[in-house]
């Protein structure tokens, strides 16, 4: 098609959308309004339950089926990270000889700031966890924080030593058995919520870990050559 | 408990294959995944044998928790999901390199997704797993991640894809803020009439799943994603996932819009974008020489077919729509491990190319034959018995479209049987565009893994027409509403319907052997692989639905 119809079609389904967007946005429920049937029905029961965060008790108990599908599809997106930005043999190749990752040249600040943010990131990260139970965060958020805490040792400049600290096979494995774990607890146990959200920051952590290897991989692949 | 561990017993098991990949042998991988998925079918035929039930996830009951539905219509097609997946693992045994176990975890993944997908009883649940399905098969359909062709296939039907997906969850979040609901029946039940805000929700919604369903102009991104994909994978998209698209969409409006949104304005909007659908993939079939993606808009026509089934709104078409979903899946999957076989062999699936070379291939030949005349709708096929529902319900336009889109589609696998294994025709010059042969090396011979379970897979769509109707209309029954059809397809008509098919495709395939394939220019122009064009139909697409149902 040319670029001229492309955008005479794309114009024509731009505006369509936009006007049914419009037309149904007005019907909407008023801001501010006193009606919340969903809150009405999920508070009471999450207060039978005795729980201390009524979002845990709908992302780990009533709604858990849902969070095992997130889950999932996470790993998947890992998985898939790891099959489709895998080094074919041509790249292999290319790279063959001038493959060094050696330390770069960084600001000493940035490199102490860098290890000496190491710990309390990585401490953060356990916190927000396991506080997931009571308070705000919980394993998604926290598992975040670890999957990036680790890369503070690349930012310090030291490729050779941030793949030291995070072996693929070990996070590949951690991954995809935490996400089993979670497969067990949310379909036979639903409601353990401590335990949900340790599993979910493991597989969130290692997910974050694995999908960023991968594209480092990539990139300084792709860097080398030019 | 037994529907917990259905749903449950494919993820788990993915989720081991990928933490032990890299240390069990390969037989180990194939023995696993293939055992799996076989209990996974025993599962789900006990529970179609135990009949209709809900079960409440967690116990919570209804309002805030999540329900499993194992209707009849349900099970059955999960059920399908499984009989395919396992054929797909089967033909994958000496399918070439893994890395690590990834092929077979993502394959468990695809077939868990598809199971719980329709089993949920729950809108946003639904979304969920429509979107792990998602994931896995653009991963799927990237496998072969080296060629620069299978990048761009694979992309193409992420973004597509995930803007169809955007759309639905858009829907999702309109009809919750409307009735503060995400369960299909809890919806229903508090919607009363039906305003902008009903209709554009329900348009946003089936958006997504038309998008999966392949419906013009929604359809773009299907023959790409195929003509790229693995044997086994192309096997799962065209026998079932494609077919998902056009369940969800009639759950969705029976199940929870039927009683909001008057049924006229969504007959003539299903029915114009599926038979839009059955004749352009019909069409555009018969223009291919790459025998995958003639294969992949063969899908196009017969998954329109199926949804003009469902846009009828009429008890007996939509369990003649069941009965066509399930033969067609054996049919196209049977054929794919067709194609694979050619393509094993020789590294390439240009028809002109292949002109004359399969004549030493006789069970291979016997599968394109067989799925021909199983697309044609040969009495007694599922896809016959089915069709002939459809067509009796939809009166003289539908016969004619049915008719029609069989022959053209039928005609062209029909003409590929011909020049490739009869070596009838002139021959004509091929491509140098070569493929991957999907083995890790060279085989002397085709192992009959490759090739068994494409015959079964046809003959059982072949013979699916020999199931009782009353079977198919006590199952339709509670998904509908509507008072149990009882389905006869056994009728003159229907017969002679059939036949003519069959040899309406012959002759579209003696003239297609007589001559070139024509190049029209104007459709190949429009199906351009830009990716921007996609995108501008998907919207256009939209506005055209949304437009429709408000009209």
Known sequence: MSRRARLLVLAFGGCGLALLFALAAFRLPDFGGTSHPYGQRTLPN?????TPNVISSINFDQRAFDTLGEELILMASALAAVLILRTVRAEQEDAAGKHAYGPAQVFDALRITGYALLPVTIMTGVY??????????????????????????????????????????????????????????????????????????????????????????????????? | MILQIAVGLPFAVATLLAATGRRLPRIAIDAIATATVA?????????????????????????????????????????????????????????????????????????????????TGDLFDAFVFFELMSVVAYALTGYQSEEPDTVHGALNFGVVNSLGAY??????????????????????????????????????ICTGFLVKAAAVPFHFWLADAHAVAPTPVCMLFSGVMVELGVYA???????????????????????????????????????????????????????????????????????????YLIGHAGVKAGLFVGAGALLNRFETVDEHDLHGRGRSM????????????????????????GKALIEEAGGHSILALGVTASALTAGAVLRVWLRVFRGAGPPHPGTTQHHDAE?????????????????????????????????????????????????????ATSIASGVVAVLLAFGVAALGIRGRIPRVDLLHRLHSGHIGDYVAWLVAGVTVFGLLLLA
């Not at chain 1, 999450?46 to 005795?50: L, N």
């Not at chain 2, 033909?91 to 598809?114: D, K, P």
């Open chain 2, 362 to 385: 006789y069970v291979a030949g016997l599968i394109f034959l067989l799925g021909g005349l199983g697309l044609a709708g040969l009495p007694p096929s599922g896809t016959w018995a």
């Open chain 1, 46 to 50: 999450a207060i039978a339950h005795h």
């Open chain 2, 39 to 119: 209990t996974l079918s025993v599962l789900l035929g006990l529970v179609l044998a135990g009949g209709d039930r809900t079960v409440w996830l967690g116990g919570w009951g209804e309002g805030v928790g999540i329900s499993l539905v194992a209707d009849a219509v349900a099970t059955g097609l999960a059920l399908t999901v499984t009989a395919v997946a396992l054929c797909a693992l089967v033909v994958s045994w000496r399918y070439f390199n893994e890395v690590q176990a990834i092929f077979h975890t993502l394959v468990l993944l695809f077939t868990g997704a598809m199971c719980a997908f329709v089993l």
């Open chain 1, 128 to 226: 927000i966890v396991a506080h997931g139970y009571l308070s705000p965060g919980g394993g998604f958020q926290g598992g975040v924080v670890l999957g990036s805490a680790i890369h503070l040792v690349y930012l310090s400049g030291d490729y050779p030593a941030l793949a030291r600290i995070r072996p693929i096979p070990m996070f590949e494995a951690g991954e995809a058995l935490a996400a089993g774990a979670f497969v067990a607890l949310a379909l036979a146990f639903a409601g353990q919520v401590t335990a949900m959200n340790a599993v979910v920051g493991l597989e969130v952590g290692s997910a974050v870990v694995l999908t960023l290897a991968k594209f480092f991989e990539q990139a300084l692949l792709v860097r080398k050559d030019t």
């Open chain 2, 439 to 491: 083995t890790e090396f060279k085989l002397s011979r085709l192992p009959w893994t490759m090739l068994a379970p494409g015959v079964l897979l046809v003959l059982a769509g072949l013979l699916l027409g020999l199931l009782p109707g009353v079977v198919i209309g006590r199952a339709v029954e509670p998904f509908t509403h509507l008072p149990g059809p009882a389905p006869a397809p056994w009728t």
């Open chain 2, 249 to 323: 969409v009639a759950r969705t409006y029976l199940t929870s819009f039927a009683d909001a949104i008057p049924a006229e304005p969504v007959r003539v909007s299903l029915i114009a974008f599926g038979s839009a659908a059955a004749l352009l993939g019909g069409v555009m079939c018969v223009l291919q020489r790459h025998i995958k993606r003639l294969l992949a808009y063969s899908t196009i026509s017969h998954v329109g077919l199926l949804l003009v089934g469902v846009g009828l709104l009429h008890e007996d078409a939509l369990a003649g729509a069941a009965w």
């Open chain 2, 167 to 204: 759309l639905t969850l858009t829907g999702i979040a309109l009809v919750y803020a409307r009735t503060g609901q995400l369960g299909f029946v809890s919806i229903g039940r508090h919607l009363h009439g039906h305003d902008a805000l009903v209709t554009v929700s329900f348009a946003l």
